[in-house]
């Protein structure tokens, strides 16, 4: 069965520093993947897809990810985190149905 | 544009009590997907309506979960009888087209005592 794995569960970093939030999956065929985002409160919302193309990613709010095939990796990262990217963050992939990561909640301490 | 609505935000109940929870997609949207986190745990799919038909009800617990979308419209999902390992907070999704971006709406939280 198709499966998702985030490395971390929780990350705790000050503002300004940088992300990278892993993500592993397992599925041999042809992928689309995604990071969706929760803040607190809010609803789950797409921060960004990969579905073909340019394996370099760019999302909303200054995150990107990078599709590397050969490892199976579709890793966030974001170069300088703000007090508002507190959230959780989930990895997912697309297999006639959406099938997501544990998640990592970020706290980022102002 | 309104977004996916859940009713309700929470529901609290007795184990073997029954409780429906609702869902309207973004209107125009065929596809609808309910969802669920038990706590601890990761997002898993519940079942996939395109319009008023199943489309995948595979991650379904048990028969104790109805889901029904009559005309192709809002969506609910019954717990009947409800059990202690229900609790949990149960996601909705539309999409246009299957297999691009889902909307997610924000959720019921179950509480099962």
């Known amino acids: 069965a198709q499966s998702v794995s985030q490395h971390n569960h929780h990350v705790i970093l000050s503002e300004a520093a940088s992300l990278e939030l892993g993500c592993n999956y397992s599925y041999g065929g042809t992928v689309n993947l995604f990071w969706y985002v929760q803040y607190p409160g809010q609803h789950l919302q797409l921060l960004l897809k990969y579905f073909s193309g340019d394996p370099l990613v760019k999302g909303i709010k200054g995150f990107e990810a990078e599709f590397i095939k050969s490892k199976f990796s579709f890793n966030l990262r974001k170069p300088s985190v703000q007090w508002s990217d507190t959230a959780e963050y989930f990895c997912?992939?697309?297999?006639?149905?959406?099938?997501f990561g544990k998640g990592t909640r970020l706290h980022i301490l102002p | 544009e309104a977004g996916v609505t859940q009713f309700p935000s929470h529901s609290v109940i007795e184990k073997g009590q029954t409780v429906t929870l609702r869902c309207d997609p973004i209107?125009?949207?065929?596809?609808l997907y309910w969802y669920r986190r038990v706590m601890g745990k990761e997002i898993k799919f519940l079942l996939h309506?395109?319009?008023?038909?199943?489309?995948?009800e595979s991650g379904m617990p048990n028969n104790r979960f109805l889901a029904e979308r009559t005309g192709g419209t809002y969506s609910t999902l019954k717990v009947q009888p409800a059990e202690l390992e229900d609790s949990g907070v149960y996601f909705c999704?539309?999409?246009?087209?299957?297999?691009?971006?889902?909307?997610f709406g924000p959720g019921t939280r179950l509480t099962v005592l």
């Open positions: 999704a539309s999409s246009l087209v299957w297999g691009n971006e889902q909307f």
């Open positions: 209107s125009g949207h065929d596809n």
């Open positions: 997912a992939v697309y297999d006639d149905k959406i099938i």
């Open positions: 309506f395109v319009k008023e038909s199943k489309q995948d």
